[in-house]
């Protein structure tokens, strides 16, 4: 029998580690036949209530749950993991600035990173949920030099997710039919769905669709402002889709993406399609062996351009606020 693969969950009591644990335990993150110890960190205040969803996981039985502990400690949490999921963020609260809002992050990720450094598995991939994601993740990362920085890694996947699906109810196909979509830049209003490169049923999705206005006025809009949709209808931010995201990112990450077709995945730059090394930002990805690589050589048109190159700029302006609080 396997050995169990470690699992750090941050944030655990949160509504997205509800909706995210369950789906861990019963398989979904790693593959049916893969056994997981779960780890997950709160702060002190959220450790009653992730006591209480860890009785609940006992409640489910789960044949592939080995075990499940609970710390405030990110030492602890992260002893000996594999596959980090950090959820757990400061929410920009009223009359918070930008800056305010990054000191506040770089206050958890900065530590979080050094005991991922310092205690993680040396496999360890991690996953930044909790916002700003992509700083987030460069913060953790500057902060875990002996861990190659390609493990460290931001989700746009549910950006993707939801690109995929409007473009799905737009056009009459199957979800399953649309391919090579491809999210760009930072997981912000700023963020770029550039479905030039996508395939619907085997035809160019910006053939099919024909309409740049579109595109432009409503596409592209209705996926970068969906989060804000999504609080305005059901009073509470996204979250059971969110949680799916993240189990799709790491599921894809460490199995593969299907032939014929990529993800979207918020990645260390390098340099690729002109975006500054090192920022974290979203690419098309390939997967296979538990590795992801850039999709190389896409025509990037003008349509696409200003709109990469916008949300590359927000990236690179958080990392210059980053540095200016000493968090890099
Ligand atoms: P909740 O407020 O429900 O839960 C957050 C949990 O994190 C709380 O239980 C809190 O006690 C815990 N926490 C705070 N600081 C911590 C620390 N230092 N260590 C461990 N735990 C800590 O938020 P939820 O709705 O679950 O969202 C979590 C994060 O995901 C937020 O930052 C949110 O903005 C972000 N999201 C990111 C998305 C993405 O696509 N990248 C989409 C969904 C979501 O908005």
């Known amino acids: 029998t396997r050995t169990p693969v470690n699992v750090t969950v941050t944030g655990a009591a949160g509504q997205i580690g509800y909706a995210l644990l369950f789906r861990i335990a019963s398989g979904h993150l790693l593959g049916a036949d893969v056994p997981v110890k779960l780890r997950l960190l709160e702060i002190p205040q959220g450790l009653k209530a992730a006591e209480g969803t860890a009785m609940e996981l006992d409640d489910c039985a789960f044949p592939l749950l080995r075990g499940i502990d609970i710390s405030d400690d990110p030492a602890t949490a992260f002893d000996g993991t594999n596959v980090a999921l950090l ?49 987030n993740a460069l913060i953790a990362q500057a902060a875990a030099p002996d861990v190659p920085a390609e493990r460290f890694t931001a989700m746009t996947r549910l950006d993707h997710n939801r690109a995929v699906s409007q473009l799905a109810a737009r056009t009459g196909a199957a979800v399953s039919d649309i391919k090579k979509l491809t999210i760009w830049g930072n997981h912000s209003a700023t963020q770029y769905p550039d479905v030039f490169h996508a395939e619907i049923a085997g035809k160019n999705a910006a053939e099919v669709v024909n309409d740049e206005a579109w595109l432009a006025d409503t596409f592209i809009p209705t996926v970068a402002k969906r989060g804000a949709a999504i609080i305005e209808a059901r009073g509470a931010s996204s979250a059971a889709s969110a949680a799916n995201a993240a189990i799709d990112h790491v599921h894809t990450w460490v199995t593969g993406t299907a032939e014929g077709d990529w993800t979207s995945m918020a990645i260390p730059s390098d340099g690729s399609y002109g975006v500054p090394e090192g920022l974290i930002s979203s690419f098309p990805v390939t997967c296979a062996g538990g590795r992801y690589e850039i999709v190389q050589g896409l025509e990037i048109n003008e349509f696409s351009r200003p709109r990469i190159d916008a949300s590359v700029q927000e990236l690179a302006d958080e990392r210059e606020a980053v540095r200016g609080l000493g968090l890099l």
Do not use: C, S
């Open 87 to 135: 959820v757990g963020a400061r929410p920009r609260t009223k009359g918070m600035e930008r800056g305010d809002l990054l000191e506040a992050n770089g206050g958890i990720f900065k530590p979080q990173g050094k005991a991922i450094n310092d205690h993680a598995a040396d496999d360890v991939k991690v996953l930044v949920v909790g916002n700003p994601a992509n700083t």
